[in-house]
T-cell receptor, first 116, second 116 residues
């Protein structure tokens, strides 16, 4: 089974801190994604990556950056955390389309981040 | 731009009732994929089904069935004889097949509560 592991289930940080959320997958997936989930808004894509050292902005990249130094690991960085970044963050991974028709994304358990 | 609408925010049913979750989508693509995910209280999104735009056959998997109607841009999900374990948030999603990456646009989700 595919395993996507997020480093923390719950995290509390202070305004202005630099925050790192880590995600590791064990299925050799090329694609990795970071979403945030807020009540009434569903999941919104922050950033995604097609391969090592490659990254693309999603729908809401402002205030975030990412790092993909190794294929299995995709980090989300909050450069200077603010209270409006309090949310549930979900990481996902998948094979690219070239490996078959639009492969489903596999998700981690999520990190519930609170910024005080 | 792509859009997915799940108009039902919350549905409550009594165990053994049938329930249908609605999903309406908008896209200009002629080739696209639709997905349903389940998010139980534990938080992890679980992939349920993927359907491509060229396959309008309905699908049944145990108590779950899906009705894809391209003419009305809908991809509805029915649970027959619901059980308490079906209680979860259900998300419908639409893929963006351009650029080789399977980016997903999610609906806002439907919270299903199944009571005894």
């Amino acid at each position: 089974d595919v395993k996507v592991t997020q480093s923390s289930r719950y995290l509390v940080k202070r305004t202005g801190e630099k925050v790192f959320l880590e995600c590791v997958q064990d299925m050799d997936h090329e694609n990795m994604f970071w979403y945030r989930q807020d009540p009434g808004l569903g999941l919104r894509l922050i950033y995604f990556s097609y391969d090592v050292k490659m990254k693309e902005k999603g729908d809401i990249p402002e205030g975030y950056s990412v790092s993909r130094e190794k294929k299995e690991r995709f980090s989300l960085i909050l450069e200077s955390a603010s209270t409006n970044q309090t949310s549930m963050y979900l990481c996902a991974s998948s094979f690219p389309d070239g490996r078959g028709a639009n492969q489903p994304q596999h998700f981690g358990d999520g990190t519930r981040l609170s910024i005080l | 731009a792509q859009k997915v609408t799940q108009a039902q925010t919350e549905i409550s049913v009594v165990e053994k009732e049938d329930v249908t979750l609605d999903c309406v989508y908008e896209t200009r693509d002629t080739t696209y994929y639709l997905f349903w995910y389940k998010q139980p209280p534990s938080g992890e999104l679980v992939f349920l089904i993927r359907r491509n735009s060229f396959d309008e056959q309905n699908e049944i998997s145990g108590r779950y069935s899906w009705n894809f109607q391209k003419s009305t841009s809908s991809f509805n999900f029915t649970i027959t004889a619901s059980q308490v374990v079906d209680s979860a948030v259900y998300f419908c999603a639409l893929s963006d097949v351009t650029g080789g990456g399977n980016k997903l646009t999610f609906g806002t989700g439907t919270q299903l509560k199944v009571e005894l």
